[in-house]
């Protein structure tokens, strides 16, 4: 049993349902999709969305990378319940409902702005093979409004309330100036703000919104593409993925009473982590090819992982650990689900 609190672990992001299929490179090219990429919708895309539940067996799960962290965090800790918060928007349909329940059956104390200008946003998950190509139709995720959900009183408590908080990079294409509210609270209280780089698109097309939130950041994720990016957007003239974590963690810092972590992992490779003066790798959990069902949802699965210690104030490799064990488990799924009862074995 851990001694952590509801409402510790705070997180704010694009809800989603995953729309989840196995497709052929045709349906990949037909859309000018890559293997392994993350876009947003346009409207090439529109139909997309509708000829892969026509066309292919379809699955549909709770999604959208901050909430699937916030899920899998509180997998990690399973009591008490509702540590993890999480803030995002949503249609009034019958997608919306799907999200409400699930974030109720992963015990999430989940908040979300509903409006009916637009409906619940939606992912496609195209998996072909190992990998996956993700497109989001943000919908009412977009939506979201700082004025009429996070600055009510009820709801700013409970961001008061968390002592750590995380936001992929996704949502600065949303609302940057909620995510500097709850940056700012972060440093000024001296707590831990965390951050994901989330996709190559957000280091390159939203960078001014990210180098506005970065000062603010105490824990940076991303993976081995997402930081080649990052790199060479701020011209580190490097592909060194180490050298762009030490780089990345040098960038300047609000909160100066603690050093930046960056942890950039590497799929079936080592993740590395930039801490106080040092760089390593871990090594990953190995796992058998056959064994792999669906990658999508690892990264968040890991971030999810890391965090459930973080908010446990455990030791960092500790939370690198966990983090290898929870994507590990995911990546047997089908989808950001998981067993009944996490089977990691915390360090003493």
Request: aromatic share 10%; hydrophobic share 40%.
């Amino acid at each position: 049993m851990s001694a952590v609190r509801p409402n510790s672990l705070f997180g704010m992001g694009n809800p989603l349902l995953d729309i989840s299929a196995v497709v052929d490179k045709d349906f990949l090219d037909k859309y000018g999709l890559k293997s392994n990429d993350q876009i947003l919708a346009e409207d090439k895309h529109k139909a997309l969305f509708e000829e892969i539940v026509k066309k292919f067996k379809v699955e549909y799960h709770a999604g959208g990378a901050t909430q699937n962290s916030m899920k899998i965090a509180q997998w990690m800790i399973q009591e008490p319940h509702k540590v993890c918060t999480f803030f995002g928007c949503i249609g009034n349909d019958k997608f919306g409902e799907i999200l409400k329940q699930k974030a109720e059956e992963a015990h999430v104390d989940a908040h979300y702005y509903n409006q009916e200008e637009e409906p619940t946003g939606t992912c496609a998950a195209c998996i072909t093979g190992a990998n996956r190509s993700l497109v989001a139709n943000l919908a009412a995720a977009n939506a979201y409004k700082k004025d009429k959900h996070l600055d009510l009183e009820e709801n700013w408590g409970l961001v008061e309330k968390a002592k750590v908080y995380y936001i992929a990079g996704f949502f600065l294409t949303v609302s940057l100036e909620s995510i500097l509210k709850v940056a700012k609270h972060a440093a000024e209280n001296n707590k831990l703000f965390c951050l994901n780089l989330s996709a190559p698109f957000i280091c390159q097309f939203f960078k001014d919104n990210l180098m506005q939130v970065l000062p603010y950041v105490d824990v940076l994720f991303g993976n081995e593409t997402e930081a080649a990016a990052f790199g060479d957007e701020q011209g580190f003239e490097t592909k060194d993925v180490e050298e762009i974590a030490k780089k990345a963690q040098a960038l300047p810092k609000n909160n100066k009473k603690r050093q930046r972590v960056v942890v950039f992992t590497q799929g079936k490779d080592g993740t590395i982590m930039a801490q106080s003066d040092k760089v390593e790798t871990f090594p990953v959990l190995k796992i058998d090819a056959k064994d792999i069902v669906d990658t999508n949802g690892a990264g968040d699965a890991f971030v999810g992982g890391f965090l459930s210690e973080l908010v446990q104030e455990k030791a960092l490799e500790q939370s690198v650990r966990a983090g290898h064990y929870a994507a590990n488990v995911i990546i047997r799924q089908a989808g950001c689900t998981f067993p009944d009862k996490p089977d990691f074995h915390q360090d003493p």
